[in-house]
Nanobody, 125 residues
């Protein structure tokens, strides 16, 4: 069992930055594949970035490439999503998701077994 807790969301002006955190308990992130998703009001949940550390691959959505970066701190058992050059269209609830890392890149919501509660990101113009 894996429990995920996101934090770091908030209100930021266009062009600003935020860093989201996803802390895991129950298992370490060393054998866990992670995805960050987001869902805006009235829209479907979409993948932002998917990462397999065992497979050595990272997939970013085209809309965030070059602006968002996923990273991991093993000592803190935490995964981060650094978000720079934020735009109003990045406004959404952001979710951290996890599943066992078998080396495959997982890019859809059903691929993930464990989910955090979500954290709101609002970017003002």
């Amino acid at each position: 069992q894996v429990q995920l807790v996101e934090s770091g969301g908030g209100l930021v002006q266009s062009g600003g930055s935020l860093r989201l955190s996803c802390a895991a308990s129950g298992r370490t992130f060393s054998n866990i594949a992670v995805g960050w998703f987001r869902q805006a009001p009235g829209q479907e949940r979409e993948i932002v970035v998917a990462k397999t550390w065992n497979g050595g691959r990272t997939n970013y959505a085209d809309s965030v490439k070059g602006r968002f970066t996923i990273s991991r701190d093993n000592a803190k058992n935490t995964v981060y999503l650094q978000m720079d050059s934020l735009k109003p269209e990045d406004t959404a609830v952001y979710y951290c998701a996890a599943n066992w890392d078998d080396g495959r890149i997982r890019i859809t919501a059903p691929d993930y077994r464990y989910w955090g509660q979500g954290t709101q990101v609002t970017v003002s113009s």
